[in-house]
């Protein structure tokens, strides 16, 4: 790795501890000094800043008689690290800003080896190091290709689970761009070398887990965690009773299409004349949100028993949750940049889906296309995060694009119709008064008034109610204003 410029160092100083950053006022000892170097080599890899108070992030430097020893300690911690940890520089580096010395020790990221320091698995989790538990140890295994979970045998699964005429009309289609034709008429041998079956110690075979999820009759009897739940919410914070709400199961085409048809079910599309010419303005693009969800089913932790992927629409977003981490040696703000490298968590899945025309046409540069759909039509760009699981963030497109002419999905009345009708209704006044003037009118009038009433909220900015409810709990969330009161006595003041 480059040596750090003084400019790049003090940035990263100025932006504090995070994930990958530990800033220390002096060395500690080289036993806590391992655990850190391990919790960091089994996470994303990260910098340890020796000289540096992280509570108020002054530098306040190594003294001169104290460096060699700091970088002994360092040395020393990465030899207690089993199996051995390199450093990158392999040794730690001296900087000197503003007269004052820092030690700074750079751990590579790894997708290789699982680390421990004093019998123990370490992970940096957020800016804490702590211990793994047996089930994520099992987790980063299955990450780090030391442990394959799509390749192990399905939970009580026969022969007889798999639907062999969908065998059949997959190895089909691979026929007619191949030369396995003979592969019809030796399907468990074709199931075998595609990973979706395999033999036990007795000879007898197995499906695998993905041979269950991409072939079986019915996946989620023996892969419980593979469904899909799907949550139409009619706020902005799911404060309220959700308006529908649908459990997908089956295999991993039907959990996308499924997935799909939810989403298509309530976008609504918007439209403006050119000369003769109608364009369509959908509230989302639909390409990054079905991109997004082929994401999420194909590149999820299977591993994770009892975590579903969740697909909650609310008013203004959709956020895709898929359980599990990103892979080693990719960042948030790597997919944010669109810098990500092709790496696959379930490789056979993927390879699975990949043959099957209209699924995976951009295998290894979906979150790119991602984000240059969404800079094309103008839209929002998705949000990536993480903490326990993987997010992506899709936003609507703001109001002033969808007010000239709005069409709603027949059967998008069919349920919490007053809503519904509500909401469209609205899209008349939101068009000339945005969100953000309505919040600026709101917070004027409680400055001025001292609070402020949903019915007071209605009247000056000619909103329904339920809108004014969203918006005013908002700037609760947001910590701009506070409730006072209850039900329709309730009043929102100033914290």
Same mark, same amino acid.
């Given at each position: ?47 340890? @800043? ?45 900087? *000197? ?16 080896? @699982? ?28 990450? &780090? ?102 459990? @997908? ?67 203004? &977003? ?17 997919? *944010? ?84 009708? *509500? ?31 949903? &019915? ?40």
């Amino acid at each position: 790795m480059p040596k750090l410029s003084d400019a790049t160092l003090l940035q990263i100083i100025a932006d504090g501890e995070t994930s990958t950053v530990e800033l220390k006022r002096a060395s500690p000892r080289p036993t806590e000094m391992a655990e850190r170097l391990c919790g960091m080599a089994n996470a994303q890899g990260g910098v340890i @800043i020796v000289g540096v108070e992280d509570a108020d992030l002054k530098i306040i430097g190594i003294p001169n008689d104290r460096v060699a020893l700091t970088i002994d300690v360092i040395l020393r911690a990465t030899r207690q690290i089993e199996p051995k940890l390199l450093l990158d520089p392999p040794e730690p580096e001296i900087y *000197e800003l503003d007269g004052k010395r820092l030690v700074v020790a750079t751990v590579p990221s790894n997708s290789g080896p @699982i680390y421990q320091s004093s019998g123990v698995c370490w992970v940096r989790r957020g800016t804490h190091t702590i211990p793994l538990g047996v089930s994520e140890m099992l987790e980063l295994a299955n990450d &780090r290709g030391l442990v394959s979970w799509e390749r192990q045998p399905a939970h009580k699964a026969t022969m007889e689970d798999i639907n062999m005429e969908r065998v059949k009309a997959y190895l089909g289609r691979r026929s007619e761009k191949s030369r396995s034709n003979g592969r019809l008429n030796h399907l468990e041998k074709a199931l075998v070398g595609l990973d979706c079956v395999t033999t036990r110690s007795n000879g007898e075979l197995v499906p695998t887990n993905a041979g269950i999820l991409f072939f079986g009759y019915e996946p989620q009897q023996h892969i419980l965690q593979s469904d899909v739940v799907c949550v139409l919410f009619r706020d902005e914070l799911s404060v309220g009773r959700y308006i529908d709400r649908k459990n @997908i199961t089956g295999t991993i085409q039907e959990l996308i299409d499924e997935a799909e048809a939810f989403l298509n079910r309530y976008v609504a599309v918007g439209a403006r004349l050119e000369g003769w010419k109608r364009i369509d303005l959908p509230e989302y693009a639909i390409e990054v949100l079905r991109e997004a969800v082929v994401n999420a089913i194909i590149h999820r932790d299977y591993s994770r028993s009892g975590e579903s992927i969740r697909i909650f629409y609310y008013t203004d &977003r959709i956020e895709i949750h898929s359980p599990g981490l990103l892979l080693p040696s990719i960042t948030v703000e790597q997919m *944010e940049r669109g810098e990500v490298r092709s790496k696959l968590r379930n490789p056979v899945l993927a390879n699975l889906l990949k043959d099957v025309p209209g699924y995976m046409e951009r295998l290894g540069s979906g979150i790119r296309f991602m984000l240059s759909e969404t800079k094309r039509l103008g839209l929002p760009a998705p949000r990536f995060s993480e903490s326990s699981e993987f997010v992506v963030t899709i936003y609507k497109a703001p109001d002033k694009d969808m007010n000239e002419t709005r069409t709603v999905p027949a059967n998008r009345y069919r349920q919490g119709e007053f809503w519904e009708r *509500e909401r469209v209704m609205d899209s008349e006044h939101l068009g000339s008064l945005d969100q953000k003037t309505r919040f600026s009118l709101a917070m004027r009038y409680v400055h001025e008034h001292d609070s402020i009433t949903n &019915r007071e909220y209605r009247k000056m900015t000619n909103i329904s109610e339920q809108t004014a409810n969203r918006d005013l709990e908002t700037l609760v969330t947001q910590g701009k204003l506070k409730r006072v009161g209850k039900t329709r006595a309730r009043a929102y003041k100033l914290p």
